[in-house]
């Protein structure tokens, strides 16, 4: 099992093992969690252009997984989001991910394929860090807090999210002197 990543952007240190993670990731008030993602089927496994089938093939497959959360934590409705090369305006969207910003709700991402990042704003003595994320993990960056979401290099994700309201989620920008890209 792959876990998720961490690099304090500040001074390049990275936090690996899930205890590790999880421990930095309590302390900066982000939900960490992992689900197998190993039981996605074979034929989904790699695939980062789906139908509406898919997509539904994947709800039902992490089905217990998004129950348990969604009755501990309040979500009322989730979809999936696919996004790759292959996606229209790919370079569009990332340009206008790629800015900080907040929300009046949590962001709840459940990985299900390929890999991404958040970017997020920690407590003072930490700074922006960077949470790599891959197949399996599930984060939720809470409501107010300073972040960004974007792709790594392969630039491919399957992604499950969990929204409380469905219009209630709102991107706000954020902006911040101290924030440095790279
Ligand atoms: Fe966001």
Redesign the pocket.
């Known amino acids: 099992m792959t876990v998720a990543e961490i690099r304090i952007r500040n001074t390049n240190e990275r936090i690996s093992g899930e205890s590790n993670v999880q421990a930095f990731l309590e302390k900066q008030e982000v939900l960490y969690e992992h689900w197998n993602a190993g039981k996605l089927p074979a034929d989904l496994q790699e695939k980062f252009t789906l139908t509406d089938e898919n997509k539904a093939q994947i709800l039902s497959t992490f089905d217990e997984e998004i129950q348990e959360i969604a009755a501990r934590r309040g979500y009322k409705t989730w979809d999936v989001i696919a996004l790759s090369e292959a996606t229209p305006n790919i370079e569009e969207l990332l340009t206008k ?1 790629e800015q900080v ?3 009046t709700e949590d ?1 709840v991402r459940a990985i299900v394929s390929g890999k991404g990042i958040f970017i997020i704003k920690g407590t003072e003595d930490v700074g922006y860090f960077d949470v790599e994320l891959e197949a399996g993990d599930v984060i939720s ?1 809470p409501e107010h807090k300073a ?3 974007t792709l790594m290099d392969n630039r491919q994700i399957v992604a499950i999210r969990l929204f409380i309201e469905t219009d209630g989620w709102i ?1 706000h920008p954020y902006a911040d002197e101290s924030f440095q890209k790279a």
């Open positions: 991910f910003h907040t929300h962001e960056v972040h960004f979401f991107a």
